[in-house]
C-alpha cells in the first residue's frame, strides 16, 4: 500500500465543485471573482489536469494554486476494447472502490453509461450488480470524473459544439441513481453547464428502478429524461424481480410517471423491460404491459437479458422477443430490442469489476514490508 504524503492529502480537489461551490473557494483562497470561471473553462471546458497548462493564468497563480489544490481523475485500473468499438474503463478511487463507464458508439450517437454507486442496495435478481457487498455512494466529483475520463480516453478535449463522440448519458451504469440523488443532481448540473462539459439535459437520461418519492424532484430541478425499470407487469412477480417493488409498487410508480415533470408525447418515458424467459415474457405480458402504460407519453426498451454466472435466469428465445416486441408495437408503442453491445468484453452489468476482483484474489496479497 502507498501512502500519501502529508501535503497530498490536504491538497482538495476542485474537479466535481459547482460554479457556487468553486467561486467560493476562490473567494476564501484570496482570488478574484473571475478567477472561479477562468479555472471552469480550464477544467470543464479544456479538461485541463494540471494547473500548469492554464496559461491564461499567471505562473505564480497556478503554482499557488497547485499547493492547495489538485484536479483529481480516478485511476484507470483496466480499460477495454470491443471490436464493435464498444469502450470499458473501470475506474479506481483512491479509497480502492472501483466503478465501471461504458462508451457506447453507434451511427448517429455516441452513449456514456455512467455508474453512480459501488454496487447497489436493491438487490434486483438478474442484475449482477446487485451480488456486490460492497455499496457506497459515489460522489459528485466521481460522478463527472466519468465522463472526463472518456473524453480523456477518446481526445475530445475541449469540448466539442459539434461532431461529438458523447452526445449522450445515461445513468445506467451501477447503482441506482435515486438513492444518491444530491451527489447525481450536483454532478449532472456541472455536465450539463453550458461553458463545460456542454451536455444537454435532453441528452441525458436517468435510469430508475422506481425511487418513487424523488421522481418529481428529478423531473423538476434536472429535467432530464426518464428510464423506469419495469420489468414485470404484475406485483407478485416485480417483487421478485425487483424487491423494491413492495415498498413502491407498479400502481404508484406508473402515478409517479404520469405526473412526471416535463414528459410530452415529444419527450416520452423510456419503460426498460428484461426479457427473462418464462417469467415476464409471455404475449399476455405484453398486452398487459400495453393496458398499463396507457396515457403515458411512453416508449419501451426490451432489453434481452445478459446471462452472468450463477444467474437464475435465462434469456428468452428471439422469437418470444418479436412476439412480444409486435404486441407494444402494434399498439403503438416504439418497442425496440436493446442489441446487446460489446459482449466480449463483458457489457453486462458489473462483470468486468467482478473479473477484475477475481484476478486481483487469485494474486497473493504481498507482505507487509
Ligand atoms: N438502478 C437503475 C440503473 C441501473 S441498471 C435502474 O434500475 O434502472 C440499468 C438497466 O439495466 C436497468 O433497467 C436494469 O434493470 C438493467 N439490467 C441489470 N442487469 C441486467 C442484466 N443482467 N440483463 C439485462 N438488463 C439488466
Known sequence: MTTASPSETARRNLV???????????????????????LWHWIYHRGAADFGVMTSLSKGF????????????????????SIDRTRKWLLRFPDGQEVETVHIPEEERGTLCVS??????????????????????????????????????LCEWPSPQEDRQVTNIVLMGMGEPLLNYE?????????????????SRRKITLSTAGVVPMMRRCGTELGVNLAVSLHAVRDDVRDRLVPLNRKYPIAELLAACRSYPGSSNARRITFEYVMLKGVNDSPADARELV???????AKVNLIPFNQWPGAPYECSPDEAIKVFSDIVFAAGYSAPVRTPRGRDILAACGQ????????RRSVPEPLPA
Open 16 to 38: 466535481g465543485l459547482g460554479r457556487d461551490a468553486l467561486a467560493a473557494e476562490m473567494t476564501a483562497f484570496g482570488a478574484e471573482p473571475f478567477r472561479a470561471r477562468q
Open 62 to 81: 497556478r503554482e499557488k494554486l497547485a499547493t492547495t489544490y489538485e484536479l483529481c481523475r480516478p485511476t484507470l485500473s483496466r480499460e477495454l476494447a
Open 116 to 153: 453512480s454507486q459501488v454496487g447497489c442496495t436493491l438487490t434486483c435478481s438478474f442484475c449482477h450488480t446487485g451480488t456486490q457487498r460492497l455499496v457506497r455512494n459515489l460522489t459528485a466529483a466521481e460522478i463527472v470524473a466519468q465522463v472526463m475520463i472518456a473524453r480523456d480516453a
Open 183 to 199: 451527489n447525481v443532481a450536483a454532478a449532472l448540473k456541472i455536465i450539463m453547464d453550458p461553458e463545460g462539459l456542454a451536455i
Open 291 to 297: 393496458r398499463l402504460l396507457a396515457g403515458i407519453p
Open 352 to 359: 468486468l469489476k467482478s473479473a477484475s476482483i477475481k484476478l
